[in-house]
């Protein structure tokens, strides 16, 4: 049972460059999450999925796009890189039934140049 | 909308002291209220939570933390902190919209004095 991993672990990036960043939880769990971590401002939520096939906005999704395919998969997309979407991205994963504790995968550090 | 406030953006104690690390919440119903560490370069690990009943909850690691409605606080503390505590602690207000959706305070780091 590995929970939640992301990959890759490490990016830069030039601007305008685009990637996409995956999550994928072996927990069967039906919401999944993508939040940014930057300095003094504690994690702020990006996007997030309900389940298989649905998206939703959360407070910082300008930049953004994503994707849930297949349940267990959350992909982060970067269209057009900023140096402003240089941060640490974090993916989590929860149960349907509130409440649940989010469980956070370890991470993926991106950086804009 | 919710909010959380952790006052103290860096903590120093020494090692064997007690801890205390203090978070106020803003929200107009019951509160979901989470501790998480993030060690160096790690992910988020859950530490305590708090739904209801009980207002002392425990937690993994020997920390506890209590909720004090009539504050708005969730302080998380520790009577004994060992140098492998040094880390960053993020206090969190959940709600449902739609989802579950977690508010994460800034953060506090805590440095550990042998």
């Known amino acids: 049972n590995a929970g939640v991993t992301q990959t890759p672990k490490f990016r830069v990036l030039k601007t305008g460059q685009s990637m996409t960043l995956l999550c994928a939880q072996d927990?069967?769990?039906?919401?999944m999450y993508w939040y940014r971590q930057d300095p003094g401002m504690g994690l702020r939520l990006i996007h997030y999925?309900?389940?298989?096939?649905?998206?939703a906005k959360g407070e910082v999704p300008d930049g953004y796009n994503v994707s849930r395919l297949k349940k267990q998969n959350f992909l982060l997309g970067l269209e057009s890189a900023a140096p402003s979407q240089t941060s640490v991205y974090f993916c989590?994963?929860?149960?349907?039934?509130?409440?649940?504790?989010?469980?956070f995968g370890p991470g993926t550090r991106l950086t804009v140049t | 909308a919710q909010s959380v406030t952790q006052p103290d953006i860096h903590i120093t104690v020494s090692e064997g002291a007690s801890l205390e690390l203090r978070c106020n919440y803003s929200?107009?119903?019951?509160?979901?209220l989470f501790w998480y560490v993030q060690s160096p370069g790690q992910g988020l690990q859950l530490l305590l939570k708090?739904?209801?009943?009980?207002?002392l909850v425990q937690g993994i690691k020997g920390f506890e933390a209590e909720f004090k409605r009539s504050q708005s606080s969730f302080n998380l503390r520790k009577p004994s902190v060992h140098w492998s505590d040094a880390a960053e602690y993020f206090c969190?207000?959940?709600?449902?919209?739609?989802?579950?959706?977690?508010?994460f305070g800034q953060g506090t780091r805590l440095t550990i004095n042998p």
């Open positions: 969190a207000v959940g709600a449902y919209q739609g989802a579950q959706k977690l508010v």
């Open positions: 989590a994963s929860s149960y349907s039934s509130w409440p649940y504790e989010q469980y």
């Open positions: 999925s309900v389940g298989e096939g649905t998206t």
């Open positions: 708090y739904f209801s009943g009980d207002t």
């Open positions: 927990m069967n769990h039906e919401y």
């Open positions: 929200y107009g119903a019951t509160p979901y």
